[in-house]
């Protein structure tokens, strides 16, 4: 049993709904990719506001590959990405030979630095894969019209970012050539496991679907309508076993319909936080750009220099206060893998290192009630006592 004391770090909310459509497709046989996911990925681009092709996938780490895959990066390619991030973002590159180039963050966004993107292009670089950090976007703008000044591939990691709004345009409708999104039990809908790949290019989308299942021509879905025998296929390359289940979709047909309503939830916690936190010795977490929507996916603190304690001493008296917290991101330049392989060190990325050093994530997610943030806060007062 779960302490009943203890304040999770993160939950997910799945209402009735979800439950009745993953047991009518229990009841259906149709347990695997079918009609649930092709529903899913026609309501996910309407969400989106139409003119894309959404891909299903089984994660986004799945669709991050399939996108770069897709893109035919390959071994000798370079591909420049944050170190700021979760490991799946670059290892997606190492699956297919290419090497990442990391990159530092911009510290008033924590995301990708255009300068530092712009600085890192040689004649191997074919792509740039920036990540819209805790849900605030990017600086898509600058990087879109850099990365078309160099003829360079843009592909979203949209982990953590449904739905966040860059001047004014949902995460997924920019002008890059993909975006994935996650699922993921912790991400700001779930289906358990699960990604969508959304793309405006036809092409991309149609290599992404035969890659998803096995490199065969032609998707289990055809089987509603296919004029050949059903039993017949065509391998065309050596694809990836990435399709979403009917399962995951239930789940996710469901949780896209609440996304809006989860958003303004997360932005409401957010705001109460931003308020209580204000005259603390805490850096807020930076706001998205006027009018846009930020996720609020994660809520990361930063502790400001006059705070005596280290962040992990922090973090243990939270934890001592039935609090749970998290760490937004052990940078990969600091991963044994990473630092050995590329000879990175922390002061190749020095904004990146000291909000490593500083930040910690608080407790946001869309089940916590107003006295959940107001524990919370009195945590954080006693914390930095
Ligand atoms: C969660 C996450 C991923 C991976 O998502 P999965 O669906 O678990 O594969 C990739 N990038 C970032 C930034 C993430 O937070």
């Not at 290019?201 to 299942?213: F, G, Q, S, T």
């Not at 997610?365 to 954080?380: C, E, Q």
Request: net charge negative.
């Amino acid at each position: 049993m779960t302490n009943q004391n203890f304040l999770p770090f993160a939950l997910p909310e799945i209402g009735e709904e979800e439950i009745a459509e993953v047991v009518s497709s229990l009841r259906s046989g149709w347990v695997t990719t079918g009609p649930k996911a092709k529903q899913f990925e026609s309501d996910f681009v309407e969400y989106l506001g139409g003119g894309l092709e959404a891909v299903a996938v089984n994660s986004a780490t799945a669709g991050l590959h399939l996108g770069l895959e897709a893109m035919g990066i390959g071994p000798g390619d370079e591909v420049i990405t944050t170190t700021h991030t979760f490991t799946a973002t670059a290892e997606i590159i190492r699956y297919l030979g290419a090497d990442p180039v990391f990159v530092d963050v911009d510290a008033n966004t924590l995301c990708i630095d255009v300068d530092a993107v712009e600085a890192a292009i040689t004649p191997r670089t074919k792509a740039i894969i920036p990540v819209h950090f805790a849900g605030r976007s990017a600086d898509m703008d600058r990087l879109l019209a850099m990365a078309k000044k160099h003829d360079l591939r843009v592909m979203e990691d949209a982990a953590h970012s449904l739905p966040t709004t860059c001047s004014g345009k949902m995460i997924g409708t920019l002008d890059s050539d993909v975006t994935v999104f996650s699922f993921y039990a912790n991400k700001t809908i779930t289906t358990g496991e699960g990604g969508m790949l959304v793309t405006r290019d036809p092409e991309i989308a149609k290599r992404a679907r035969v890659m998803r299942l096995h490199g065969i021509n032609r998707d289990a879905f055809d089987r509603f309508t296919a004029k050949a025998p059903s039993w017949y296929y065509e391998i065309v390359a050596p694809g990836f076993k990435y399709n979403m289940t009917d399962i995951a979709a239930s789940m996710g047909i469901h949780q896209l319909k609440k996304a809006n309503a989860f958003q303004q939830k997360r932005a409401h916690i957010a705001a109460l936080y931003d308020e209580a936190l204000a005259d603390l010795p805490i850096v807020k977490p930076p706001q998205s750009a006027e009018g846009d929507i930020h996720s609020w996916h994660l809520y990361v603190i930063q502790l400001d220099d006059s705070v005596a304690i280290t962040r992990d001493q922090f973090v243990e008296r939270m934890f001592a206060q039935g609090i749970g917290c998290s760490v937004h991101y052990i940078p990969l330049h600091l991963h044994p893998y990473w630092r050995d392989t590329y000879k990175l060190t922390p002061e190749m990325f020095p904004v990146s290192q000291r909000i490593y050093e500083r930040t910690l994530s608080l407790p946001l997610y869309t089940r916590m009630t107003d006295d959940d943030v107001k524990r919370v806060v009195s945590a954080v007062k006693e914390a930095l006592k």
